[in-house]
């Protein structure tokens, strides 16, 4: 069992993580007598043909008991697997491709070269929402690398029906490189400090929320740094406090492993996988994978809320009685939470970048510094407006 924190055994804090625990899980080995549809286990991973799978996917029962298998794999095995030759044909890839170099190009052209949330500038490049971009931009391509039974089958496996599909490429130059060891979406999207204010059963919520998976657009040997991963590490619950601590990472560094992908392979894994991309030690691949995120149907609230119109009504009303002193600071904690959107996702990350950390200001926040630096009514509204229109912009066509 971890331990958390001895004065507070429902919150885990980053000072009370045990190495020890968590080098014993990830020692464990994977029984290939549990994978019995697996062709092969390399390095504590589990490989799945997919030219010797595809036909179970057409059988209600046996797609049941393949998904049953993967889903065991996600949440209490190693926590990775590899679908081989999850495309049978890829040209619908290479026509993707094509797209998403283009896309590249273009936007290079209208914003210039950024850093994204892990790589300096100029080491790769990240096409956000690249989902909506191609579908826009190459419906037929779009058709051929979306409608994949495969791909379908391990989202549904941990997410259910209904999941959520978006997706980001990433394209790594020779000399990017490795990023370091970390855990993902949602609470991975947070600092250490903001993870630890969620009790412990969100950590584990959190992970049965979004399925990370990668699309190989390329051949990637092992030189060209195809994703490592710590297997089994994503079974060590306050590993979202974890993952930044030196002696953590320095583990994950020492004891992590990396599988070689075909074009057309694709690779999937808990966020609460300890993982980090390799480096780009080749001389010529440019390893291009669409980085897949998929969410869970059910993180959606009842009903819709105006927030933005809400903070425009109370905003001079809860500036004035915070500064009378008729509000205390843990009142109007709580007044922004029933109002104010406490969230920075969905949003546009084209317009709407991280600035600090990993993810973009919130509008609670934006309410929470306008009150504490005392804005005008005009400079709160104009905050909005400009906050609305970074976040909204990734409904529209991406079409220009």
Same mark, same amino acid.
């Given at each position: 069992m971890n331990r958390t924190a001895p004065h507070s055994p429902d919150y885990y804090r980053a000072e009370d993580c045990?190495?020890?625990?968590?080098?014993?899980?990830?020692?464990?080995?994977?029984?290939?007598a549990e994978l019995p549809l697996a062709a092969a286990i390399e390095k504590n991973l589990p490989i799945y043909d997919m030219e010797a799978l595809r036909p179970l996917l057409e059988d209600a029962t046996r797609r049941r008991a393949l998904m049953a298998e993967w889903a065991q794999v996600l949440r209490a095995s190693a926590g990775a697997l590899v679908l081989k030759r999850a495309f049978s044909r890829t040209a619908a890839i290479d026509a993707a491709t094509e797209v998403y170099r283009d896309t590249i190009a273009r936007e290079k052209r209208a914003n210039g070269s950024g850093a994204d949330h892990f790589a300096a500038a100029g +080491?790769? !490049?990240?096409?956000?929402? #690249?989902?909506?971009?191609?579908?826009?931009?190459?419906?037929?391509?779009?058709?051929?690398c979306f409608s994949n039974p495969a791909i379908d089958a391990v989202c549904e496996a941990w997410l259910g029906p209904g999941y959520q599909m978006t997706a980001q490429v990433n394209l790594v130059y020779p000399g990017g490189a490795a990023q370091q060891a970390h855990r993902d979406y949602h609470l991975g999207f947070q600092t250490s400090e903001?993870?630890?204010?969620?009790?412990?059963?969100?950590?584990?919520?959190s992970a049965a929320l979004t399925l990370q998976?990668?699309?190989?657009?390329?051949?990637?040997?092992?030189?060209s740094g195809p994703t490592k991963l710590l297997p089994f590490s994503q079974l060590y619950r306050p590993g979202y406090v974890a993952w930044r601590r030196d002696?953590?990472?320095a583990h994950f560094e020492e004891h992590h492993v990396q599988l070689p992908l075909? +074009?057309? !392979?694709?690779?999937?894994? #808990?966020?609460a996988l300890f993982h980090a991309a390799g480096a780009n030690e080749s001389r010529d691949i440019h390893r291009m994978a669409n980085l897949l995120q998929v969410s869970s149907a059910f993180g959606r609230a009842m009903e819709a809320v105006d927030r933005d119109a809400m903070c425009r009504v109370l905003y001079l009303h809860v500036l004035g009685a915070y500064?009378?002193?008729?509000?205390?600071?843990?009142?109007?904690?709580?007044?922004?939470?029933?109002?104010?959107?406490?969230?920075?996702?969905?949003?546009?990350?084209?317009?709407?970048?991280?600035?600090?950390?990993?993810?973009p200001e919130t509008q609670q926040a934006l309410f929470y510094r306008a009150v504490m630096n005392n804005w005008p009514e005009d400079v709160f509204h104009s905050a909005l407006d400009d906050l609305k229109e970074r976040r909204q912009a990734g409904r529209a066509s991406t079409l220009k």
């Open positions: 045990e190495l020890e625990a968590f080098a014993a899980l990830t020692a464990r080995r994977l029984d290939a +080491k790769n !490049d990240r096409v956000w929402n #690249s989902l909506q971009k191609l579908c826009e931009q190459a419906p037929e391509a779009f058709i051929g903001v993870c630890a204010d969620y009790p412990a059963q969100v950590h584990e919520l998976g990668g699309i190989a657009h390329c051949d990637m040997p092992i030189e002696d953590f990472r075909e +074009k057309g !392979d694709a690779l999937f894994f #808990s966020p500064h009378a002193g008729r509000l205390v600071p843990l009142e109007l904690k709580a007044l922004l939470a029933a109002s104010a959107e406490g969230y920075s996702f969905p949003t546009n990350l084209d317009s709407d970048p991280p600035e600090d950390g990993l993810a």
